[in-house]
């Protein structure tokens, strides 16, 4: 006799949906340049689309996410990863996967910043998703609004990795630099 799965119930399934959808609705309000809110468009739909997709999914009694949904969310992540001035997270897709696998919530790389104000800022914007992540929707009691809140810090995080890397590029930090 083979061994089934572990069960997941519908209530994770609808979770991992909303918080689909709302990630969908934060790349349509994401103030970017033109050609990037063309991919943030393309984002949101993508997002929908695994939001549909994980309401509907037929085998809820088991794990697993359907091929298309999977597809949409690499996809999604890929278009981020290549749009930086999307400004999203790193693995942003695991917090809608989080409540189907349990697995971490991602956390920033450090910047390596040169000069001490970056270097405070990294430090403040780090330690805010950190407690986001850690506290969960218990901070707020709202999932959506907790999804808004840890995005928002990431999106201030991926801003200050690029004035980061400029500042660091200056010749006069690069010679700072041990």
Known sequence: MRNKP????????????????????????RFAPPKTISVLREIAALLDRVAEDLRVYETRKYIGLSYEASRDLCEAEALALANPAARFAPDFTQYVLQPLNSR?????????????????????????IWAHNAEGEQLT?????WLRLV????????????EVEVDNARPDNRRARP
Do not use: C, K, N
């Open 104 to 128: 971490p919530l991602p956390l920033p790389d450090p910047l390596h910043p040169v000069t001490r104000q970056f270097a405070r800022r990294e430090a403040r914007a780090t330690h805010r």
């Open 6 to 29: 572990p069960r997941l119930f519908a209530a994770e399934y609808d979770q991992a949906a909303q918080r689909a959808r709302t990630l969908a609705e934060i790349a349509r309000d």
């Open 141 to 145: 009691g709202d999932p959506s609004q």
């Open 151 to 162: 995005m928002a810090a990431w999106r201030d995080w991926a801003t200050l990795a690029v």
